[in-house]
């Protein structure tokens, strides 16, 4: 049997289908739309059918960790700093250096380091000893 396309019109226009970006929406949008248009006289097995599902929650969890892996990732730089002496740039363009004493969250969520009672921003440093 030759199908030419299968509409998946509210799947395609949210969903990358790309190697590296396969949602678990769209996985399921193309399992189903595989079960929907299989041959009634080869009927997809049940191990097929459990491996399919096992790739899903692999994908996922490993979703999962690479967003764990990113936001650590986020946190080691700044964690870097402290205890150590810092050298950054202020907005006048003066060089000053001091030691990290603190590390803190901004509102917006980026880390911002204290330095001799004030915070400065991680970004704006240019030298760790």
């Known amino acids: 049997m030759l199908v030419n396309s299968v509409g998946l019109s509210s799947a395609t226009s949210d969903a990358s289908f790309g190697p590296q970006q396969l949602s678990s929406d769209a996985f399921l949008t ?4 595989q079960l929907t248009h299989q041959d009634p006289l080869a009927p997809m097995q049940s191990h097929e059918f459990m491996a399919q599902l096992a790739q899903l929650e692999s ?4 979703a999962e960790i690479s967003d764990y892996l990113q936001a650590a990732s986020g946190l ?4 870097s700093a402290l ?3 810092v050298y950054w740039e202020d ?3 003066e060089l000053h250096s001091a030691e ?3 590390i803190v969250r901004d509102d917006s969520g980026a ?4 330095v001799e009672g004030k ?3 991680f970004s704006q440093v240019t030298r760790i000893e």
């Open 30 to 33: 193309l399992l189903i739309a």
């Open 59 to 62: 994908v996922s969890q490993l």
């Open 76 to 79: 080691s730089k700044p964690m």
């Open 83 to 85: 205890g150590r002496l």
């Open 91 to 93: 907005s006048s363009g």
């Open 100 to 102: 990290v004493t603190a």
């Open 111 to 114: 880390f911002k380091l204290v």
């Open 119 to 121: 915070q400065i921003d």
